[in-house]
T-cell receptor
């Protein structure tokens, strides 16, 4: 079965500390993985996707197929990073796709 | 350009009633997906429409249905409402829905409360 697991409901760090939001997945095919973010009172929006291999707002995520993980990292957290983060997997159906989301991790960055 | 819009934003219904929610995608986007968000289950995929055809369906009962119009606007319908249907319903649009360019843009959601 396709599944995305985010083991931490809440992650609290101090400003300037490194951040790692964990995501593990279960998928029999070749996955496409994403991180979505929801800031307070804003819509859910794409942060980054593994296929782009990009760094957005200082965040990076590497797909590790051996460990079936796609952890989100940032070397120095900022207060504006406080938000809800969702890891998502794109499961290819017969045609079209669906996003399978983890339950999310709330990141709280304090000064 | 204008983002994804959903109407209504809030809705209160009684058990047994039915409800229709509407979603207008970003101009030029042909794929519309629907998700249910609850505190217990998180975000769960309901279905996806592309060019007026349902392309993908999540694991929800037949009481949940949808459709897409020729202008890509989409509606979802829930019949015989149950208390457990209380949730935030999110709509998302994307250009094609093919995974290689699969960025979904989300609407603000419709908050449905069933009493």
């Amino acid at each position: 079965a396709q599944r995305v697991t985010q083991p931490e409901k809440l992650l609290s760090v101090f400003k300037g500390a490194p951040v790692e939001l964990k995501c593990n997945y279960s998928y029999s095919g070749s996955p496409e993985l994403f991180w979505y973010v929801q800031y307070s009172r804003q819509r859910l929006q794409l942060l980054l996707r593994h296929i782009s291999r990009e760094s957005i707002k200082g965040f990076t995520a590497d797909l590790n197929k051996g460990e079936t993980s796609f952890h989100l990292k940032k070397p120095f957290a900022q207060e504006e990073d406080s938000a809800m983060y969702y890891c998502a997997l794109s499961a290819q159906g017969q045609a079209g796709t669906a996003l399978i989301f983890g339950k999310g991790t709330t990141l709280s960055v304090s000064s | 350009k204008a983002g994804v819009t959903q109407t209504p934003r809030y809705l209160i219904k009684t058990r047994g009633q039915q409800v229709t929610l509407s979603c207008s995608p970003i101009s030029g986007h042909r794929s519309v997906s629907w998700y249910q968000q609850t505190p217990g289950q998180g975000l769960q995929f309901l279905f996806e429409y592309f060019s007026e055809t349902q392309r993908n369906k999540g694991n929800f009962p037949g009481r949940f249905s949808g459709r897409q119009f020729s202008n890509s606007r989409s509606e979802m319908n829930v019949s015989t409402l149950e208390l457990g249907d209380s949730a935030l319903y999110l709509c998302a649009s994307s250009k094609t829905g093919q995974s290689s360019s699969y960025e979904q843009y989300f609407g603000p959601g419709t908050r449905l409360t069933v009493t």
